[in-house]
């Protein structure tokens, strides 16, 4: 009986040693049959990994020359090479100092430049601030309740009390700047 299951346990050791081989040669045929198309993949996937790293490196190297030249230029503002490396290397952080610079000197004809820029926010920043400098009221989506707030005390200057009430209301009474509406509108009280 143990020659009989021996020889029951090496048939099944060489029909699975067989099924083994089988499925070596059925990959060999294959590999032979798609060997350019498998090449091509691998080549390709390396290519596109290698580039995506380059890509990556030139990218970091771009931001971290784009915030040396931001350091300088926090230093020396008047550098002309660092605000062309920052220009070319990171136009929106460009874009971000030279709105700055504007709004800390008051210049309203560089912030007028600015609100064509491409990015909104800053283009609504420097359309606000322009005309907060200027003390003309201005349309803004970021600073909507702050236009109301000074469009009414335009309008109390210029002794319109009704439209100076009107802006007012339109602030909402949950708003950090509720308190300056209030106080603005008790002066209206006064002016009459």
């Not at 020889?7 to 350019?36: C, G, I, M, Q």
């Given at each position: 009986?143990?020659?009989?299951?021996?020889?029951?346990?090496?048939?099944?050791?060489l029909s699975s040693d067989e099924k083994v081989l089988e499925s070596a040669f059925k990959l060999e045929s294959?590999?032979?049959?798609?060997?350019?198309?498998?090449?091509?993949?691998?080549?390709?996937?390396?290519?596109?990994?290698?580039?995506?790293?380059?890509?990556?490196?030139?990218?970091?190297?771009?931001?971290?020359?784009?915030?040396?030249?931001?350091?300088?230029?926090?230093?020396?503002?008047?550098?002309?090479?660092?605000?062309?490396?920052?220009?070319?290397?990171?136009?929106?952080?460009?874009?971000?100092?030279?709105?700055?610079?504007?709004?800390?000197?008051?210049?309203?004809?560089?912030?007028?430049?600015?609100?064509?820029?491409?990015?909104?926010?800053?283009?609504?920043?420097?359309?606000?601030?322009?005309?907060?400098?200027?003390?003309?009221?201005?349309?803004?989506?970021?600073?909507?309740?702050?236009?109301?707030?000074?469009?009414?005390?335009?309008?109390?200057?210029?002794?319109?009390?009704?439209?100076?009430?009107?802006?007012?209301?339109?602030?909402?009474e949950r708003s950090s700047l509720s308190m300056l509406a209030k106080l603005l509108e008790h002066s209206t009280?006064?002016?009459?």
């Amino acid at each position: 009986m143990s020659i009989k299951d021996d020889v029951n346990y090496v048939k099944t050791e060489l029909s699975s040693d067989e099924k083994v081989l089988e499925s070596a040669f059925k990959l060999e045929s294959l590999y032979k049959k798609y060997k350019k198309a498998i090449w091509g993949i691998v080549g390709a996937v390396l290519i596109f990994a290698v580039a995506n790293i380059g890509m990556e490196a030139l990218h970091q190297s771009k931001l971290a020359s784009a915030n040396q030249a931001l350091l300088t230029l926090q230093n020396k503002p008047e550098d002309a090479n660092a605000l062309s490396v920052l220009k070319e290397n990171n136009p929106s952080l460009y874009e971000l100092y030279l709105f700055s610079q504007a709004a800390k000197q008051r210049d309203v004809k560089a912030l007028e430049e600015i609100t064509g820029s491409k990015n909104d926010i800053l283009s609504d920043m420097s359309r606000y601030t322009a005309g907060a400098i200027e003390k003309k009221p201005v349309d803004s989506k970021l600073y909507t309740e702050m236009a109301y707030l000074e469009e009414a005390y335009v309008a109390i200057k210029a002794g319109d009390i009704q439209k100076a009430k009107n802006k007012l209301a339109l602030i909402d009474e949950r708003s950090s700047l509720s308190m300056l509406a209030k106080l603005l509108e008790h002066s209206t009280l006064k002016a009459k």
